[in-house]
């Protein structure tokens, strides 16, 4: 059998004992000209075939609209040819009264993921959120997935999920302006209330 040589633009490395194969891709922030490829991408990151168009991507569309959308934090994942292949954002959110972030959706096309393209989009957009001196991050998703990223439960940190079913999925990740103090009732930017 011949030996198939490795494709160039492909880098195998190891993380947490798993041998990764990723593809090289350029995060960047989000410019007007990416709007259909992010929809086109988070359209076939979260397709069901009962269902023609994702609620992901209405709310990618609702939350570009409101006053919670922060250009900064909607981050995309290019590839060695300039394509999206895959997109997260974070928004303005509140605990209380103060200003927090809510991140999601996070996206990747079919065809890039378990490449590390997600790994590439948490770490940058955590990196910008600290970097903007955000104190927390909250999310609702696989305490499996995002806990490889420092997310933990909410109640470890004394803030309210807005919906208690939600339980150990309802996950925070703190920042270096995190304070303690920092507790209560979570709530999301507008769009995520029609959800």
């Known amino acids: 059998m011949p030996r198939r040589e490795p494709d160039a633009a492909v880098i195998t490395w190891r993380h947490r004992g798993l041998l990764l194969h990723t593809v090289p891709v350029l995060i960047r922030r989000e410019s007007p000209e990416d709007v259909p490829a992010v929809r086109a991408v988070t359209a ?3 397709a069901k075939p009962d269902t023609p168009v994702p609620v992901e991507v209405t709310l990618l569309d609702a939350l570009r609209v409101c006053a919670d959308w922060l250009p900064a934090l909607s981050l ?3 590839d060695e040819r300039e394509e999206v292949v895959g997109h997260v954002v974070c928004t303005r959110a509140r605990i209380g009264t103060a200003p927090v972030l809510g991140l999601g959706p996070l996206s990747v096309h079919p065809d890039h993921q378990r490449r590390g393209v997600g790994l590439a989009l948490m770490h940058s957009v955590l990196g910008a ?3 903007l001196g955000e104190p927390l991050v ?3 998703g696989s305490p499996a997935y995002y806990g490889r990223y420092g997310f ?3 109640t470890e940190y004394g803030v ?3 919906d208690p079913a939600w339980g150990t999925y309802f996950q925070v990740r703190t920042l270096t302006a995190y304070e303690p103090a920092l507790k209560g009732a979570f709530a999301y930017a507008g769009p995520f209330d029609d959800v």
């Open 76 to 78: 995309v994942a290019v």
């Open 152 to 154: 933990r439960p909410s």
């Open 129 to 131: 959120a600290d970097a």
């Open 44 to 46: 076939a990151a979260f």
């Open 160 to 162: 309210t999920a807005p």
């Open 138 to 140: 909250a999310l609702l």
